[in-house]
């Protein structure tokens, strides 16, 4: 295969990821087989019946489910987390409200709110620098 065919080609893995899904949920044709750029951006645009299946109930990979829950990845692992949840286990943890789940949450909201700030701080540093010359 020349570098060519290889760099519009991508392991199922790697589009797996790109389209959002849990690549062992997805079709056994999909698992086995590369995919296109074209491919990847017609599933993208056109999603078959599997792809908006899974995308709506799952099971979801990870930073999916992370986000479904307002955690970071890693605070999925210390909450237990490790495999992938449905649209329903992820409602479910979301009802139930476990200790773990509303601590991992103020962590990311302090997170986020720390982001923001660094963020206004440098952008102030970089107004200054630019009055001053």
Do not use: C, Y
């Not at 995919?35 to 995308?55: D, F, H, I």
């Not at 986000?67 to 329903?88: D, F, W």
């Amino acid at each position: 295969m020349s570098s060519q065919q290889s760099s519009q080609t991508m392991k199922p893995a790697t589009a797996a990821k790109k389209l959002g899904v849990h690549l062992p949920a997805t079709p056994a044709a999909f698992q086995e087989g590369v995919v296109s750029r074209a491919e990847l951006s017609e599933l993208q645009s056109n999603p078959p019946e599997w792809l908006r299946e899974l995308r709506e109930n799952g099971p979801h990979p990870r930073p999916v489910v992370a986000a479904k829950l307002g955690v970071s990845i890693a605070g999925l692992a210390r909450g237990g987390v490790s495999e992938a949840l449905t649209t329903a286990q992820i409602e479910a943890l979301k009802e139930e409200r476990p200790e773990w789940l509303e601590k991992e949450r103020a962590t990311q909201a302090e997170v986020r709110k720390e982001s923001v700030r660094v963020k206004n701080m440098k952008k102030e540093q970089q107004e200054k620098g630019s009055q001053q010359d």
